[in-house]
Every structure is written in structure tokens, then in C-alpha cells.
């Protein structure tokens, strides 16, 4: 009974699994540099009416090094991490999205990887302590973001 019962577990597991694995993706060059390197990608995926669907979108600067990426939600609005960067290949910005509108913590960085601000978004309204640094990474001054 015991070994009947762990292969239902075991069949049911794997249809989950099956079911909610990766999509097909298909990555789409739609800009390109002249020297035919990409300035812009979109991923697209299946969905489940097996339409094509905007997931994901890379810039990038001529060298091929990225600029800016994030991905996007069913309704083609920016969902999950967006970060973008310096042609030094350090860190800009960093910030994630739910429903189009930023949420939760925010960062943007000096070239020199010193963080220039950082703070709290909430459904795409800076909240609580918003701080600013100068390049040496000393403290200038915070802002307090109160939007009742």
C-alpha cells in the first residue's frame, strides 16, 4: 500500500512539474548596432494559448556589455528586477517592479560602485527614508518621504 501510494505522490509531482516548467522562449534581435552586435533583445515566451509574449528586454552598449534589463508580466508591464549599468560594467540602478509600478527597495549607484541614493518604493511612490551620498560614499542628507 505504502509503495502504491508513493508512486501516486511521485505521478502527481511530476505532471506539477511538467505542467509549470520553463516555456518555450524565443530571443528577437530588434535593434542592432552597425557593426551588427545587438542594442536591444526581447525574449518572448508562449503562452498558453501558444501567442507570443513579451517576457523579457535587454539593452546593451556597443561592446555587447548590458545597460539596462528586467523582465515583464502577462499584461507586458515591467515585473521582477530591473537593473541597469555603467559602461564600466558597474551597477546604475536596481529596482524591482510588481504590476508596472516600483516596489520595495530602490538603489543607484555613482560610476565609482558608491551607492548615490537608495531608498523604499511602495506601488511606485517613494516612501519612508530616501539617503543621498556623495562619491566618497559619505552620508549628504536623507529625505523623509511621507505620502498619506
Not at 99 to 112: A, M, R
Amino acid at each position: 500500500m505504502k509503495l502504491y501510494i508513493n508512486a501516486i505522490v511521485f505521478s502527481v509531482i511530476a505532471v506539477l512539474c511538467i505542467a509549470c516548467g520553463p516555456k518555450r522562449q524565443e530571443k528577437v534581435v530588434i535593434n542592432s548596432y552597425a557593426d551588427g552586435k545587438p542594442k536591444l533583445e526581447y525574449v518572448y515566451i508562449l503562452n498558453d494559448e501558444g501567442n507570443k509574449q513579451l517576457y523579457k528586454e535587454t539593452h546593451y552598449f556597443p561592446e555587447k556589455k548590458k545597460y539596462i534589463e528586467g523582465t515583464y508580466d502577462q499584461f507586458t508591464r515591467r515585473d521582477g528586477e530591473w537593473t541597469s549599468w555603467y559602461e564600466n560594467g558597474r551597477k546604475n540602478s536596481q529596482g524591482t517592479y510588481e504590476n508596472g509600478l516600483l516596489q520595495g527597495k530602490y538603489t543607484v549607484w555613482h560610476p565609482n560602485g558608491k551607492v548615490f541614493y537608495k531608498g523604499q518604493y511602495k506601488n511606485g511612490v517613494k516612501v519612508g527614508t530616501w539617503s543621498y551620498y556623495d562619491t566618497a560614499g559619505r552620508l549628504m542628507h536623507t529625505e523623509i518621504c511621507d505620502n498619506h
